[in-house]
């Protein structure tokens, strides 16, 4: 029996493969959902962190699943790319706003199965009811609403309910709008008198409403759950008013989709339909307690399930996110806008005016293609020469080959065929990639454009923090100030340990060797944590000995200072290790003579010790230099390059522009060639002084 | 000398606990209830088990896990073989092209590794390898083998070359390498 079961499984179909990123209640519902379907699906959950860049990544390539489910905003784009397979109307009865995210140019490409949006959670220990409006806005001891506001999703519908939409009727971006100026001015003068409450991120805002802090909470039906574990009798409602007009929040709608071309199209377009049936949906909102459009299961479930009710119904205020392929570009600049307002208190017209100009700038055409010709001549002269010049030059120095050449190529083959493919191939690649454009539409072939814009930081002005000049200005003084600290404090520390006599030294080596030791993203993101406004350890500190709370990331300097901090803390103990290495090899009678013949201490330091220190420092502070120059991992997760740009690194920068902008690849790969440039100058100019020395 | 030493060890003390101060936070915030906000001493608070109990609750935990040690175990092998040999050989011969790969080992730290991941990406994707433990296992092992074999190369530099010609000069070759230094190693 055992193989006969062998073989009836070895001829059941593959089962489809379905990608999705919901956890918790919604991933265990899916499983129930999955377990009785009509065709055989494994469905894989994917880190919910980079999930729409792989997507895009394996759809572009042939490598995604049959299916997934995501929400509804990319689906202009991969329409326009091609990805999506047309699916058939549904049989049963949805809601309007669900159902039509799916369509585009009348054609249907995925089948809705979960709302989201934000509403209202309200305490009734501490409140009877919720607020009829917001306004006027008396000042308050203690905030009524928490919210997390660090995001354009946060405060859209504070500027929603004013009439601001991210793309106007025609689909032209509309930041500059008077709705985001007038719900903005609103909401920042709700948090001046305290009604909201300040610099919460969802985590701390979740907590606070957990604690009793305030009687209200805004936040998504995702944290349902959480929430009634503490409070049974939890109130739900739709968003409140400000000035008698109603919050309306932005929706999303978690959809299943079929990825085009796939081999078994027909098989994947039923288990979608399946998915999104009214049986499924019944498990989906039971077990998940998602919002599902499914009318006969809403209102099947609404005398049990009151909340779950009260929340589809908060969620007929929404208006659905677009899903324009541009509204990718809009959320970096509108947060920027958001945080400009809130945390600094800048006028909002001024804030939506830049942000609207800076989106103008990431959207802005792609440079016009140009005749590759002169390039490939160039480029193949360029080659040959190459070629001539090694030809010539192996003639010259290569002695007869036998053995020894054998076993040379034995050591270093494996090695150098591992550099040259994946080390030398991809950077080589990475200049050609600067001569070309990358865009929606594909790649073309631009020249220097990329380059040309980049020094003429178009269309921002020279000294605005996203513009190639002020980037390497923070750059340059980002890297010198770490490596005098490094350098100081490791030498320091070095001298310190290395006297005589010092019993506990091999401890201390090991406890300040630490820093190095740990992997430095970790501890990136433990700097974040020691500086956080409300529970870092830095503010408490500051607190206990009389002074004020600092908002480390809302202000230009103590963001960078904050990146210097925890660098500083990564950095030193590198360079501890180099000098202390170096002063171990400087001879014992060097020092002694100098002391004999009366040198002071400072002498010895200055004319000794240090001379000799130098030629294995310099090494080490080279390559110090370059790591600093690109410590990608601090500046983009202790302070994210916040506030606006102002504390990115031209590496930090580069990565936006070919990740959060678009995929402008050609013109990152062109800013990667300049700090290679400026990185290979420098070395330059240190190997002469070295030499000098 | 001690007496002198006394306010050394004060200096090296303030530096360690600075130095530490970060470290132990964390641990505090790892040991923490996850509701409470952590104070300024850390470790003061309660202590609670519950954020370790949830991690290893968690089936996606596990599986990273053994990614994780799977992933760094093949590295480390791939990377520090391919690394040590490159190594060896650019300390030990002198052939036509070795400056170049030197200088070539240096050129590479200086270009941005997240812009380099764009045609690794395609590579990776020509090959059928991307999203695989196979295509990331092979970026990490030689992505680091420029670093590596230069470090490696240096301290074979320090090493006395005398047994290697010794051992040439006796007709055991560089197989020696493997077997003698393997052990210094």
């Not at chain 1, 059941?12 to 055989?40: C, F, K, N």
């Amino acid at each position: 029996v055992p193989w006969l079961a062998a073989v009836f499984l070895l001829a059941a179909p593959e089962p489809l493969v379905l990608w999705h990123a919901w956890r918790g209640a919604e991933a265990e519902a899916l499983q129930r959902v999955v377990a009785d379907s009509p065709v055989p699906i494994r469905a894989v959950a994917m880190p919910f962190e980079g999930y729409s860049e792989k997507l895009s990544a394996a759809l572009t390539y042939g490598a995604g699943p049959d299916l997934f489910i995501y929400p509804h905003e990319r689906l202009g784009q991969w329409v326009q790319e091609g990805r999506l397979a047309e699916l058939e109307a549904p049989l049963q009865a949805l809601d309007k706003p669900a159902a039509a995210a799916f369509v585009a140019g009348g054609k249907r490409y995925g089948l809705p199965l979960a709302s989201k949006g934000l509403l209202l959670f309200h305490n009734r220990a501490l409140a009877a009811d919720p607020a009829a409006d917001l306004w006027p806005a008396a000042p308050q001891a203690k905030p009524l609403l928490l919210q997390d506001l660090n995001s354009y999703y946060g405060a859209f519908p504070w500027v929603a309910a004013f009439g601001a939409r991210p793309f106007d009727a025609d689909g032209k971006p509309a930041l500059d709008s008077p709705g985001h100026r007038l719900g903005m001015a609103k909401l920042s003068a709700l948090s001046e008198a305290g009604v909201v409450a300040k610099g919460l991120d969802g985590a701390q805002a979740t907590a606070a409403f957990l604690r009793g802090d305030a009687p209200f909470l805004i936040d998504g039906p995702w944290r349902f759950k959480q929430l009634q574990e503490t409070f049974a009798d939890l109130g739900v409602h739709p968003l409140p008013k400000v000035a008698g007009q109603r919050l309306r929040p932005m929706l999303t709608v978690d959809g299943v989709f079929v990825a085009s071309g796939g081999k078994r199209a027909a098989d994947a377009a039923r288990v979608a339909a399946y998915l999104a049936s009214d049986a499924s949906a019944e498990t989906r909102s039971r077990v998940g307690r998602q919002l599902v459009p499914n009318s006969a299961v809403t209102a099947r479930l609404s005398d049990d399930r009151p909340q779950l009710a009260a929340m589809a119904a908060a969620l007929r205020h929404g208006l659905p996110a677009p899903a324009r392929p541009e509204m990718r570009s809009v959320w970096g600049p509108a947060k920027d806008a958001v945080d400009a307002v809130l945390r600094r208190g800048e006028d909002p017209a001024e804030a939506f005016a830049e942000a609207g100009q800076r989106l103008a700038s990431l959207l802005a055409p792609l440079p016009p293609a140009s005749d590759p010709t002169p390039w490939l001549f160039v480029g193949t002269a360029l080659l040959l020469g190459l070629g001539w010049r090694i030809a010539t030059e192996a003639r010259r120095r290569l002695p007869g080959k036998g053995a020894r050449g054998l076993g040379l190529a034995g050591f270093i083959g494996p090695g150098l065929t591992a550099m040259l493919l994946l080390v030398a191939v991809p950077i080589l690649t990475g200049f050609g990639m600067s001569l070309f454009a990358h865009g929606p539409g594909g790649w073309h072939f631009v020249g220097l454009a990329n380059y040309t814009a980049i020094g003429s930081a178009k269309g921002l002005g020279l000294t605005h923090p996203m513009s190639f000049w002020f980037t390497l200005v923070v750059t340059v003084v980002w890297t010198v100030l770490n490596l005098v600290a490094h350098v100081g404090i490791g030498l320091g520390l070095a001298l310190l340990l290395h006297r005589k006599g010092l019993r506990l030294s091999p401890l201390f080596r090991v406890l300040l060797i630490l820093p190095w030791a740990i992997p430095n993203y970790v501890t990136a993101l433990a700097w974040r944590g020691l500086f956080d406004e409300h529970v870092g350890a830095i503010n408490q500190i500051i607190a206990a000995s009389g002074g004020e709370a600092v908002a480390w990331w809302d202000h230009g300097l103590t963001a960078f200072s904050a990146n210097l901090c925890t660098n500083i803390w990564l950095g030193f103990p590198f360079m501890m290790v180099i000098a202390l290495g170096a002063l171990s090899s400087i001879p014992e009678p060097l020092i002694e003579a100098a002391r004999i013949d009366g040198a002071s201490a400072w002498q010895r330091l200055r004319f000794v010790i240090l001379p000799q220190l130098m030629p294995a420092m310099m090494p080490a502070i080279l390559l110090g230099t370059i790591w600093t120059f690109n410590a990608f991992n601090v500046i983009y997760l202790v302070s994210g390059g916040a506030p606006a740009h102002q504390t990115d690194i031209l590496v930090s920068e580069a990565y936006r522009w070919a990740f959060e902008a678009q995929g402008r690849y050609g013109y990152a790969s062109a800013y990667s060639v300049l700090i290679f440039g400026l990185l290979l100058v420098f070395s330059r100019f240190t190997d002469r002084t070295r030499q000098a020395v | 000398m001690t007496r002198g030493n006394s306010w050394v060890y004060l200096v090296l003390a303030g530096v360690t606990a600075v130095t530490l101060y970060p470290v132990l936070w964390v641990l505090g915030l790892a040991l923490g209830d996850g509701v409470t906000p952590p104070g300024i001493a850390p470790l003061a608070g309660g202590l609670s088990g519950d954020g370790f109990e949830a991690l290893f609750g968690d089936a996606m935990f596990g599986r990273a896990l053994l990614n994780s040690a799977v992933i760094s175990t093949v590295t480390a092998v791939i990377g520090v073989t391919l690394a040590a040999s490159t190594g060896y050989a650019l300390s030990r011969f002198r052939f036509f092209g070795r400056e170049a790969t030197l200088r070539g080992i240096i050129l590479s730290q200086m270009f941005p590794g997240v812009v380099s991941a764009i045609p690794l990406f395609w590579l990776l994707n020509a090959t059928g390898t991307f999203d695989t433990h196979a295509g990331l296992t092979l970026v990490y092992a030689t992505t680091s083998v420029p670093f590596c074999a230069y470090t490696m190369k240096g301290w074979f530099d320090t090493l006395p070359g005398d047994l290697i010609d010794a051992g040439r000069a006796t007709g055991v070759g560089d197989h020696l390498f493997v077997r003698f230094y393997g052990r210094l190693v």
